[in-house]
T-cell receptor, first 110, second 117 residues
Framework: GQSLEQPSEVTAVEGAIVQINCTYQ??????LSWYQQHDGGAPTFLSY????GLEETGRFSSFLSRSDSYGYLLLQELQMKDSASYFC???????????FGSGTRLLVRP | GAVVSQHPSWVICKSGTSVKIECRSL??????MFWYRQFPKQSLMLMAT?????????EQGVEKDKFLINHASLTLSTLTVTSAHPEDSSFYIC?????????????FGSGTRLTVV
């Protein structure tokens, strides 16, 4: 089957750097996206990796290794507003549908 | 940027009744929209892919007769929860991809919190 696993919770201090990992199992794989969701809100797109390597967008970076079926989201200079749930999402076939990971709740402490 | 509007934002209905949720792409045409369901503190579970002008594609385990999807235009998809029961209470979210973009950054609606009493 298709599944994407993430740690359930991560806690970090304001100003620090945190990495949220995502491992996936699927027979087909086209790319990995990352979304942020605050409680009660809609998911918002953060980044997408189609190829191996690092993609940087401001304070957020995302990495993908297809050979390891693994990716991560790196958040730098953490701010209190970064406290949210983060989901990796895989594009598993030629359609446009996304399969979401289990999600990671990030708590940023002062 | 792309905007997806979802209504209503919340709804309470009696058990046995039907509820319709609308998802509109406001500034782009979406031939494909997606419907997700999310329980508290859990992930988004893809329910179905809504295709403009054709039948929706449902994920395994999702009852197509219970969750009716209609995508009659390039900017509107609707999800109707028929004969709702308390176990259908959940957060329903739609998303759409702006075909004018190159990256897979889908835009999500604000979600609909359904409570069946």
């Amino acid at each position: 089957g298709q599944s994407l696993e993430q740690p359930s919770e991560v806690t970090a201090v304001e100003g620090a750097i945190v990495q949220i990992n995502c491992t996936y199992q699927t027979s087909g794989f086209y790319g990995l996206s990352w979304y942020q969701q605050h409680d009660g809100g809609a998911p918002t797109f953060l980044s997408y990796n189609a190829l191996d390597g690092l993609e940087e967008t401001g304070r957020f970076s995302s990495f993908l290794s297809r050979s390891d079926s693994y990716g991560y989201l790196l958040l730098q200079e953490l701010q209190m507003k970064d406290s949210a749930s983060y989901f990796c999402a895989g594009k598993m076939d030629s359609s446009y549908k996304l399969i979401f990971g289990s999600g990671t709740r990030l708590l940023v402490r002062p | 940027g792309a905007v997806v509007s979802q209504h209503p934002s919340w709804v309470i209905c009696k058990s046995g009744t039907s509820v319709k949720i609308e998802c509109r792409s406001l500034d782009f045409q979406a031939t494909t929209m997606f419907w997700y369901r999310q329980f508290p503190k859990q992930s988004l579970m893809l329910m179905a892919t809504s295709n403009e002008g054709s039948k929706a594609t449902y994920e395994q385990g999702v009852e197509k007769d219970k969750f009716l999807i209609n995508h009659a235009s390039l900017t509107l998809s609707t999800l109707t929860v028929t004969s709702a029961h308390p176990e259908d209470s959940s957060f329903y979210i739609c998303s759409a991809r702006d075909p004018g973009t190159d990256v897979y950054g889908y835009t999500f609606g604000s979600g609909t919190r359904l409570t069946v009493v």
